[in-house]
């Protein structure tokens, strides 16, 4: 009964969103630039790293090409902390004359910038761009709304599996081939090393559980006629969900000590030497090998359900965008250009590791660096991303699947109470959001 109860709210409440959505979205007024300056200063706004010179260097070579090609043009680029570009963000759609020309954003930030009409549909430029034509399927889904696109690629993060060598090599053991592997390889280890956690996981590890919901063929949403429904209580969810809390106990990361962890935690055990197992990024190399397990650890692609097979991962990275109420649209659009093109990403690989978005230059890249190979088989594979919906920065926010994760292993509630209550709060978010 609770099942028909659900369903019918769950469409009644979709329909009354088709209905009210213009009244409930956030209203926004048109900040659509009434000129396109061809001469002049453009304000660009790019993440600050936290080693960020590097970086600095490769922006301030294609600031320099893209000035000497463009005379009569000038840039300045600040650097801006990722943890408060919300607020400095929505000041800027806000307010038009203070806002930047061109902006590095989160790919999961697409959807809500392109609902605040923060950003400007450059779709006609980026299909007419010579260099696009090799961005792989994943990135540029995520700079793409309803069909239509707002911005390039920069730069992709994937998660893959690290692992002790020299604690394999000690029991005997082969990295595991499958995800039942993997966890009956986890709490082997466990069992005969207790100080280790087999796997570290976190129940604030959202992105390190995805791919255990994902190879079993759940999905966190689904689309229809833009509207998204809540998929984490489905059938096949579910299965991912057992599997990853399944690892959360005595027997491998004990709950306790687990439950809270997020990704950042989960990689630094492993780095320190207190786990033989972590899910970590291309971009946990360096912490990796600042920590006591240098030279011992190898990488591979998460398993999938079967042997051979790539669980699929969540493909993170960043994008440059074009605001909408920029004055210099065209030079604005050429200057993404620039900064995202297959030069300027392949130094940022150099300089910061970061992947680059392009299939041709990643390979490249793994010629230089042999250590992203399985991140790049991983994104070959088939990476996945977040619902392209303005609803999902605040299902991040509020914590949904980490709290949903975190009930389970504290044995709070069952998988499909908890996975239904998370599924209602995803679904009351993508009706607030329209």
Known sequence: MKLISRTAARAAALVLAGITATACAPQTSDNSAQQDDKSGTLRVWLFQEV?????????????????????????????????????????????????PDVIEYGNTDTAGYVRDG?????????????????????????????????????????????????????????????QDELIATAKKIHKQKPDLYGLAVGGAYTYGAMPFIWAHGGELAEESGGSYTSAIDSPAAQKGIRAYTSLFGDDNCPAAKCASMGGNATVTA????????????????????????????????LPGLKAGEIAPAFAGGNNVGVLKSSSHRTLAVDLMKQ??????????????????????????????????????????????FVPASPAWGQIDASLVLPTMFQEIVSGKKGI??????????????????G
């Open 51 to 99: 080693n960020n010179k590097p970086k600095g260097q490769v922006v301030d070579a294609a600031v320099a090409a893209f000035e000497k090609a463009h005379r009569g043009a000038k840039v300045e680029v600040e650097y801006i902390p990722v943890e408060t570009r919300a607020q400095k963000m929505k000041a800027a759609f806000n307010d038009p004359k203070s806002a």
């Open 118 to 178: 923060g950003l400007a549909d450059v779709s006609a430029e980026f299909n007419a761009w010579s260099e696009a034509k090799d961005t792989d399927p994943t990135a540029k889904q995520s700079v793409t709304v309803d069909g239509r696109i707002y911005g390039a690629p920069l730069f992709v993060g994937v998660r893959a599996l690290y692992y002790r060598t020299d604690v394999f090599e000690d029991l005997g053991i082969e990295a595991p081939k499958t």
């Open 270 to 301: 492993f780095a320190s030497g207190k786990a033989a197992m972590a899910i970590g990024g291309d971009f946990s190399h360096q912490a990796v090998d600042a920590g006591s397990v240098k030279g011992k650890y190898a990488v591979v692609p």
């Open 339 to 384: 900064l995202a093109g297959k030069e300027t990403q392949g130094k940022l690989f150099d300089a910061m590791g970061f992947l680059p978005t392009y299939t041709d230059v990643r390979t490249e890249a793994a010629k230089k660096r042999p250590f992203v190979e399985p991140f790049i088989t991983t994104l070959g594979a088939e990476a996945k």
């Open 416 to 433: 499909a109470t908890a996975s239904g209550d998370a599924a209602e709060k995803m679904d009351a978010a993508f009706t607030d959001a």
